[in-house]
Structure formats: C-alpha cells, structure tokens
C-alpha cells in the first residue's frame, strides 16, 4: 500500500476555498486515489475518486499531477458544516487504508 | 432510510463477556465490509465479505472475533471474552464489486453510523 502524508488539521473560515494536499510518493501505476469524509460519531463517506488530472462533483474537485506523487482536494466556498476529517486514500484494493487524516475546522 | 444500518449504536460490557454486533447493508450490495476505528485514528480493515463468503480476514481480527454473513444479506460481529484493548467504534461498509457496478475500479464503500464499544 502506499504511505499518504497530509497535514494534521487545517483553519478556514465560512464562505473560503480550503483545499488538502496529500503526498504519495511510491504511488504504484494501478493505485486509484480516493477521498472521505468523516463527522463526528459517523461512519466515513466517500467524496471523491480519481487516476489523473482533474476530478470535479457536485462536493469537491480533485487534482492530481502528471507524476501522481501527490493530489489536491478542493471544497470550494466551505461552511460551518464541512468541519470533519477527511482522509487521503491510495490504493486499488477493496481494503481501504486509512491514516489520521486531516481535521478541518471550519469557523464562522 | 436505504443506508447501511448497525445495531446497537451503543454497548457497555463487562470485561470477560461475549458481545454480538449486527450490521444490514445496503440490499443490493455485494460486498461487506468490517472496520475498528479507535479515538484519534482512521478505521482499520478487519473483514471482508462477497455474498456469504468471507474472503479476507485481518491479522487484527483474533480468535476471540468472528464474524458471519449467513445468507449473503446481514452480518453479525461476535467477540467473545471481551478485554478493555477491544473499546472502539466498529464500523460496517458495504459496496459494490467492480464486476456489478460496472466500473473499472470502484473504492466507494458505504458506512453505517457504527457501534461505540465500550469494556469496563
């Protein structure tokens, strides 16, 4: 599996762009990259997937490099209501990987 | 409600007692899912299920766990003799394989809300 590095927590404020960079270096070629969401006392939602280049739902877009080494995910205008963790997630298995992940605390 | 469902939210239990969890998928879905998730980390793996069969099972997962999914729908979670290590929230997903979704590759698995374990 290979090893994600994203930040610990991140600050925004209501209405902001906030955006999460995970780093994985040793990315194999057949690794999809995947993102979820997690609220307090609630089980993990997915939010987004991709290989390469741009992804973009109606919850957030996810960018992705030419190298893979890394990815970017973007929620756009966030509110008081996307305070969570969101977690970073490379593999091609069914056997989702989780790390710490990344706690955003959106403040008004 | 069409989600993935757990029952009991919540357990209390004496260390050395048996506790059963149950989880119900999403109806269509194929693949079941068990995760352990402790304050502070992500989830881990613990099982994984296609239909009835339960095809993966995670050095976590002692002799003191079983899990089944006896006709491919529910599933239950059983540890027996209970230790004070096994306070967690047990999480059940469920999804789709490829095969059926009709996608390359397919990470998107749904949770339900978990049961918070607690050993006295």
């Known amino acids: 599996l290979a090893k994600t590095t994203q930040p610990i927590s991140m600050d925004s404020y209501e209405g902001q762009e906030v955006n999460i960079t995970c780093s994985h270096n040793?990315?194999?070629?057949?690794?999809?990259i995947t993102w979820y969401q997690q609220f307090p006392s609630q089980g993990p939602r997915f939010i987004i997937q991709g290989y390469k280049t741009k992804v973009t739902n109606e919850v957030a877009s996810l960018f992705i490099p030419a190298d893979r080494k890394s990815s970017t995910l973007s929620l756009p205008r966030v509110s008081l209501s996307d305070t969570a963790v969101y977690y970073c997630?490379?593999?091609?298995?069914?056997?989702?990987?989780f790390g710490a992940g990344t706690t955003v605390t959106v403040r008004a | 409600d069409t989600g993935v469902s757990q029952d009991p939210r919540h357990k209390i239990t004496k260390r050395g007692q048996n506790v059963t969890f149950r989880c119900d998928p999403i109806s269509e879905h194929n693949r079941l899912y068990w995760y352990r998730q402790t304050l502070g980390q992500g989830p881990e793996f613990l099982t994984y299920f296609q239909n009835e069969a339960q095809l993966e099972k995670s050095r976590l997962l002692s002799d003191r766990f079983s899990a089944e999914r006896p006709k491919g729908s529910f599933s239950t979670l059983e540890i027996q003799r209970t230790e004070q290590g096994d306070s967690a929230m047990y999480l059940c997903?469920?999804?789709?394989?490829?095969?059926?979704?009709?996608?390359?590759?397919?990470?998107?698995?749904?949770f339900g809300p978990g049961t918070r374990l607690t050993v006295l």
């Open positions: 997903a469920s999804s789709l394989s490829e095969r059926t979704s009709g996608s390359l590759y397919n990470n998107e698995q749904f």
């Open positions: 997630l490379v593999l091609n298995s069914y056997k989702l990987s």
């Open positions: 040793n990315i194999a070629t057949n690794d999809y």
